[in-house]
Nanobody, 122 residues
Framework: QVQLVESGGASVQAGGSLRLSCAAS????????VGWFRQAPGKEREFVGA????????SYADSVKGRFTIGGDNAMKTVYLQMNSLNAEDTAVYYC???????????????WGQGTQVTVSS
């Protein structure tokens, strides 16, 4: 069982930045693919990006490419989502999730955090 806890959500003005964190309780994440997803009101949950357990491979949705960066600390105890140049369309609840294999769809992820709210005002 992997328990994930997100933090860092906040309200920010358009053009601003935020860094979200995803920590696994009592373990490292180097055996998992960690994905970030988001869900806006009335919309389906969508893939934001993912990082491999080694930290060497990443993938991003086109909507965030060039603005968002996923990274992890050396021990992969915490995975980060650095979000720059935020706009109103980025407003959503952001979730981190862990999977045994590389995946970009939510159904492939076995473990989920509780989510953290990001609100971007224009």
């Amino acid at each position: 069982q992997v328990q994930l806890v997100e933090s860092g959500g906040a309200s920010v003005q358009a053009g601003g930045s935020l860094r979200l964190s995803c920590a696994a309780s009592g373990r490292t994440l180097n055996s998992y693919v960690v994905g970030w997803f988001r869900q806006a009101p009335g919309k389906e949950r969508e893939f934001v990006g993912a990082i491999s357990g080694s930290g060497l491979s990443t993938s991003y949705a086109d909507s965030v490419k060039g603005r968002f960066t996923i990274g992890g600390d050396n021990a992969m105890k915490t995975v980060y989502l650095q979000m720059n140049s935020l706009n109103a369309e980025d407003t959503a609840v952001y979730y981190c999730a862990a999977a045994r294999r590389w995946a970009v769809v939510s159904r492939s992820y076995d473990y989920w955090g509780q989510g953290t709210q990001v609100t971007v005002s224009s």
